[in-house]
């Protein structure tokens, strides 16, 4: 079974700290997403990687930058956290396979509350 | 690009009774769609997916869903709901061509009760 992992399920920050939110993929997948989950707006696309070393803006991407040093492991990065970004984010891998659609797969989330 | 419009933020049912839950996409270009659960403090997982062929869609728990070209919908439906089926659903869409990205809808809470 695919497992995707995240570093925290619940993690409490103060304004102004640098948040870093961890994501591991086992299954050598080479996409990787971050999304954000508010209620009443859904999921968000916040930033995604399709390679190492490679990073793509999705919808949302203004307050995060993302790291991806080696496949498997892909990192949210909050360089100054503000209360607009309490929030649950949702990591998902996918592999790539051309001419298809491949699903992704989802970690179990990390909900993050900002003082 | 690409929008999701689910119509209802919540449905409450009871146990044993069929159930609906609506989607309606926009797109310039061809998409995929997919049907997404979310349990209570949980990720998601994908229920069902439509990307080629027969338009009538069966996915896992029961749960089927039917693409509606020239309505640009696909409804999520099931015969009979259990109290187990409890949770928030999600309709996404990614174009065919191009990065796998998804965009949801704002989500659906099914309410089961007894």
């Known amino acids: 079974d695919v497992k995707v992992t995240q570093s925290s399920r619940y993690l409490v920050k103060r304004t102004g700290e640098k948040v870093f939110l961890e994501c591991v993929q086992d299954m050598d997948h080479e996409n990787m997403f971050w999304y954000r989950q508010d209620p009443g707006l859904g999921l968000r696309l916040i930033y995604f990687?399709?390679?190492?070393?490679?990073?793509e803006k999705g919808d949302i991407p203004e307050g995060y930058s993302v790291s991806r040093e080696k496949k498997e492991r892909f990192s949210l990065i909050l360089e100054s956290a503000s209360t607009n970004q309490t929030s649950m984010y949702l990591c998902?891998?996918?592999?790539?396979?051309?001419?298809?659609?491949?699903?992704?797969?989802f970690g179990p989330g990390t909900r993050l509350t900002v003082l | 690009a690409q929008s999701v419009t689910q119509l209802d933020s919540q449905v409450p049912v009871f146990e044993e009774a069929p159930v609906e839950l609506r989607c309606n996409y926009s797109s310039s270009v061809s998409v995929y769609l997919f049907w997404y659960v979310q349990y209570p403090n949980q990720g998601l997982q994908l229920l069902l997916k439509y990307l080629s062929g027969s338009t009538l869609v069966k996915g896992i728990n029961g749960f089927e869903a039917e693409f509606n070209k020239s309505q640009t919908s696909f409804h999520l439906r099931k015969p009979s709901v259990h109290i187990s089926d409890t949770a928030e659903y999600f309709c996404a869409v990614t174009m065919v061509s191009g990065y796998s990205t998804l965009t949801f809808g704002k989500g659906t809470m099914l309410l089961v009760s007894p």
């Open positions: 998902a891998s996918s592999i790539t396979t051309s001419g298809t659609y491949n699903e992704q797969f």
């Open positions: 990687s399709y390679d190492v070393k490679m990073k």
